[in-house]
């Protein structure tokens, strides 16, 4: 069967990490995966690089019909039996109906629950095209509980609706050698290290972080922090403005600004703490991949995320938006050693009980046999 994954942008991020291991399965299965992107960019280099073919066609608006029109005529001519889609409200709704033009059955995975910015009456008109055009989908998978349910509550059909938690290989992981994070960053011996891996944007919560954190380098000088990631969003004007926060909260010197590294999966085995304070998630990978390696956690209770970490189980739990609920919770944290070590304990066996890839690509692999009719 030839698939096509559809996904938000070349860049790489954590559905498109999902999608690649998704194709790199199904190719292993005997199936013949493509990708489809509106923009080039270093995930779509490592597709290419893998052995994917790789196509560029932009459905990113919905008012973009042209875009649907050109995907449904490159499926066409590529025989695509399946387009599996990674992307959110328009470009669903475009991809579903080009697909069902070119005669290939549609999986949408839902990576994260809609969260529409338009004006309400801008809103209705899009939220009732979702709705309609999830009906054209064989299968709906959801990437948590929560997701799930989120989407049943719009107006998708719950009987194509299914949750397919996202999972990570918690062995490689494992075995995966340290890669010289904190050399790299020239951090003291005794540093305490705090990490935030993902884009700089605020939905992230970098600034939430920032004001947390404040008030506790005082009590904590060995206290320090790196922020993986790179402004893809405002070319570099939220990125400044963290720099300006920084030096107002007297953070300068315990802030190190890292960029993007390919080996962060990896590297986050170096961080005494974890911090994930987001607005809104699905199922985080990264949460998933620090728990793999024992790394404890505090994070939003947003999203899939509660269903990974069990509040003062497996990690902490704060409410978003809200740095002196983060401030309690890192400073529990970091006075406590042992509360670190038995949290990352627990939350390496709860990702190897429930979020296993295997287990991820198994699933995958038998609804596209079923929505094929073997």
Not at 118 to 130: E, H, N
Request: aromatic residues 4%; proline residues 5%; hydrophobic residues 45%.
């Amino acid at each position: 069967m030839k698939i096509a994954h559809l996904v938000t942008s070349g860049e790489l991020a954590g559905g498109q990490a999902i999608a690649l291991r998704l194709a790199r399965a199904a190719r292993d299965a005997g199936h013949e995966p493509l990708f489809v992107s509106p923009t080039s960019g270093a995930f779509l280099d490592e597709a290419a690089e893998d052995g994917f073919g790789t196509e560029l066609v932009d459905v990113g608006r919905t008012y973009r019909l042209g875009g649907a029109v050109a995907l449904a005529r490159l499926l066409r001519r590529l025989e695509v039996d399946l387009l599996h889609t990674h992307v959110h409200a328009a470009a669903s709704i475009l991809g579903r109906v080009a697909a069902k033009a070119a005669g290939a059955a549609v999986v949408s995975h839902l990576h994260i629950e809609n969260h529409f910015r338009r004006r309400r009456a801008a809103k209705a008109p899009l939220v009732a095209a979702d709705n309609a055009t999830a009906r054209l989908c064989a299968r709906l998978l959801a990437v948590s509980d929560s997701t799930r349910r989120a989407f049943e509550r719009q107006g998708f059909p719950a009987e194509r609706l299914e949750t397919v938690y996202n999972g990570v290989d918690a062995a490689a992981l494992a075995a995966a050698p340290a890669p010289g994070l904190r050399r790299d960053l020239r951090l003291p011996d005794d540093a305490v290290l705090v990490g935030h891996v993902g884009r700089l944007a605020p939905v992230k919560g970098q600034r939430e972080l920032l004001e947390a954190l404040a008030g506790l380098r005082p009590r904590h000088p060995d206290l320090h922090v790196a922020l993986l990631g790179e402004d893809q969003e405002t070319h570099g004007a939220y990125r400044a403005e963290l720099d300006r926060l920084t030096a107002s909260a007297g953070l300068d010197g315990a802030v190190r600004f890292a960029g993007f590294r390919a080996d962060a999966p990896a590297a986050l085995q170096e961080l005494d703490v974890l911090v994930l304070p987001s607005w809104i998630e699905g199922l985080p990978l990264v949460v998933l991949e620090a728990m793999a390696q024992g790394t404890p956690v505090v994070a939003t209770a947003v999203g899939g995320t509660p269903e990974a970490v069990v509040d003062g189980e497996t990690g902490l739990l704060v409410p978003p938006r809200d740095p002196a609920a983060l401030s309690t919770a890192l400073e529990r944290l970091l006075g406590d050693p042992d509360l670190r070590r038995r949290l990352g304990e627990a939350g390496r066996a709860r990702v190897r009980e429930r979020f296993d890839a295997a287990a991820m690509e198994r699933r995958v692999l038998e609804v596209y046999d079923e929505v094929a009719g073997r």
